[in-house]
DNA sequence: GTGAAAGCGCTAACAG
DNA sequence: CTGTTAGCGCTTTCAC
């Protein structure tokens, strides 16, 4: 397997009879150059078919213009529509992507920082696993001065900077309809209170209940993961223990899906029997029957806002100030959560 | 933005009064190096929290480890599976992944080709763009002997190994399924027949009507894209020509949603004013209602051999000869295309 | 405007 | 088993 080497530099310059750092120069456009010899060394590199070497490059320049990424997962509506976000601002910025994905995995997630690293990303990305504890990975990110943003589901470590959305504001929001449609045994499934987005959430549940001077029932509340399954299993167990609540409040869409597959199971029609709202959404929304009312996450701007924060941390100094960036949810009214019609609704997308 | 040094294998071997290429030998596991010694770098290594760079191991090895992975789209299903099966096999394989999205712009793909052959990736798996077309990029891949394999997407380039499902195949036993059904007016949304996934899907919509001696209405073939909007587009142009079909062959599971939506639109029920099947499916397929019967394909499978291919080739001398393979479809019946229940079902995902 | 010298951090090839 | 030498392809001073 040897391949016929790259065509190089020095190539370029030795057929125009002048210098590597003349050729380098032209090729990236420095104003030291003429543009009578940029132009000219521009031509030559394409006819020879020249490709920069990119290691080369990082090596001797010390950078490599590229933001490291780590997503739990891709085959899903939020982390993909999350990372087209960020592909297209990191695009506009002129920097590269290395996407990694954990699978919910933290001993892969580790792994991806490691190799991220060890390429020299000019910054990093991540949205940590449902499990993710443990500091010690980000800790070393930082103290190797590596320039590091969460992003939707966070860990608070020093020197590291924050997007969410506003997990709490719009879970709140999302319960005081539900009462305002005049129900008043609300279920929560939730996710695990270890990771910001399902304490967040829940915690939005529970001061939604209190301002309004609902009891919370703690059978009513099921923490788990953020999949389908753990929707189906949520479900199950509420069902089971034969006193239904009116209302669910889903942590993530994945969650309610899981809770139709089951509710349609048993025969417990929705939005009749039981009606729902969720946090997030999907593309294929509009075909579910009934299509979920929800707490949109504005995956666009949380793209943004995340490459925006990076790229304004690798330009600044060692002293550069983390910040924590929260954006705002907004309901979008579809076919359940619907009772009154007098109830508060917002513009939908 | 001065960061602090990175620590580097001669940190090591200076702690340690020992020379750089024994901790290099020693940090991979080399069997030159004694069992002690080995152990012993490593210990420090960790204790001064090393990091290998990999741009210098790249430059200095001429090779990187990675494998160069281009698709079209990331927000949907088929891609984002198809993708995180090529990280398992990749990982399995201890190669890493670069991965980019062309947006379905040729432009952006070009540009990514062209950045992953900067960072020397040792092979390429691309599916195209609906509108590729100019295979000049491509060539200048081969011409670099880069191992390139195109996945699903493909097209006829010299030198390049291709992995497709089979596309006519499935669409034949589609329609051969719905001639079973008793429809004999059957309608095609399909895609642009420059691309082999539609054009081999169209095809196989023809042998299958001409192998049952059917005639072909020619306003019953509708080519656009595969997306959503395609499918909607499709729909109402069928609808508004009067004379509607009895039976939809959808190209994709998008085009398929799209007829839903247009046909909700204008009170037309699916699946008794008018039957279809497509090709693809999603997650959420089971929420659907009526759940669309599918010509499945095994993106685990097509994932895992483009990796393997691309694995083969690069571990090849020059002379590797590039190979088609053609992964096989099965169908999988849920709530359409169901009306004689003697129509030929075949096991189920 | 241009170029010479030096070196980024690592591995390959060989010698001991 | 360990070390020496050389160099991957590029950018960075700093002279000219």
Redesign the pocket.
Known sequence: MNRK??V???DIAKQLN?????V??A??GHP???RE?TKLVKKVAEELGYT??FA??N????KSNTIGVVVPKIAHFFFSSLIESIYDQAFYNNFDIALTVSQENVERERKHIETLMAMRVDGLIISITQQTKDKTIFEKVVSRDVPLVFMDRVMPVDGTSQVTVDDKGGAIKAIELAIDNGYTKIAHIGGFTEINIGRRRYEGYVEAMKRRGLEIDPDWVVHGGFGEDDGYQGFMKLYKSGRMPEFIFAVTYPVALGVYAAAAEVGVRIPDDLDIICFGSASINKFLKPALSYVDQPTATLGKVAVDLIIEHIGESDEYLPKHIEVPTELVMRDTCLRKKNAVISSAK
């Open positions: 080497p790259h190089t530099l020095s002048v210098s590597k750092v003349t380098s120069k090729l990236r030291d150059i003429s010899t920069p070497n080369a490059r090596l001797s320049s010390r």
